[in-house]
């Protein structure tokens, strides 16, 4: 059971729009910026989003991030077959004292 | 070039143990927090350990707390893992990560090291 709550799957068509969610508590998300990871199946993870609505260096602007509370959304627009992938949220937990990750979302474009 | 590099990986039985390195190579390895994380076969990601820049402030995730131990050398540019009393459930594979920002933004990730720990 993660820290974080992600869905386990969502699908879109290609062209259209998805949002991945990610919910936590007051002491991780509440406190601290959140960060998104693509993970296409056999390769590394790889960083998209950092400080909740900031694109790594080399993101497309079709990926975008966004925090309210407790809660992070990472949002795709105009998918492509190339964007199916596992995507995880991640951040720092103050009573843990510990980095938590969401249990990961599997991106289907059909 | 930014670039991480893991090696140390490999079968162990249940009860040994591993040192995992992370060679980093395009920046001043001493400037950053580095972390481990690692992913089960066909599982998620899981958060490890962290250490400061200096090395002395260390973070640990409960399920290795008080058997695995992260070090850095920052003369030689290098991160370790020491992972004693291994169990079947540390099997993974294992990256390191520069925290390249804050929230666990770990950029870039190494190709990561599998560790195999089976009787």
């Known amino acids: 059971q993660s820290v974080l709550t992600q869905p386990p799957s969502v699908s879109a068509a290609p062209g259209q729009k998805v949002t991945i969610s990610c919910s936590g508590s007051i002491s991780n998300i509440g406190k601290y910026d959140v960060s998104w990871y693509q993970q296409i199946p056999g390769t590394v993870p790889k960083l998209l989003i950092y400080g909740n609505d900031k694109r790594s260096s080399g993101i497309p602007d079709r990926f975008s991030g966004s925090k309210s509370g407790t809660s992070a959304t990472l949002g795709i627009t105009g998918l492509q077959t190339g964007d199916e992938a596992d995507y995880y949220c991640g951040t720092w937990d103050t009573s843990l004292l510990a980095g938590v990750f969401g249990g990961g979302t599997k991106l289907t474009v059909l | 070039e930014v670039q991480l590099v893991e090696s140390g990986g490999g079968s162990v039985q249940p009860g040994g143990s591993l040192r995992l390195s992370c060679a980093a190579y395009g920046f001043t390895f001493g400037d950053y927090w580095m972390t481990w994380v690692r992913q089960a076969p066909g599982k998620g990601l899981e958060w490890v350990a962290n250490i400061k820049q200096e090395g002395f402030d260390k973070y640990y995730v409960d399920s290795v707390k008080g058997r695995f131990t992260i070090s850095r050398d920052n003369t030689k540019d290098s991160l370790y893992l020491q992972m004693n009393a291994l169990r079947v459930e540390d099997t993974a594979v294992y990256y390191c990560?520069?925290?390249?920002?804050?929230?666990?933004?770990?950029?870039?990730w190494g190709q990561g090291t599998l560790v195999t720990v089976s009787s």
């Open positions: 990560a520069r925290n390249r920002w804050a929230g666990l933004g770990l950029d870039p």
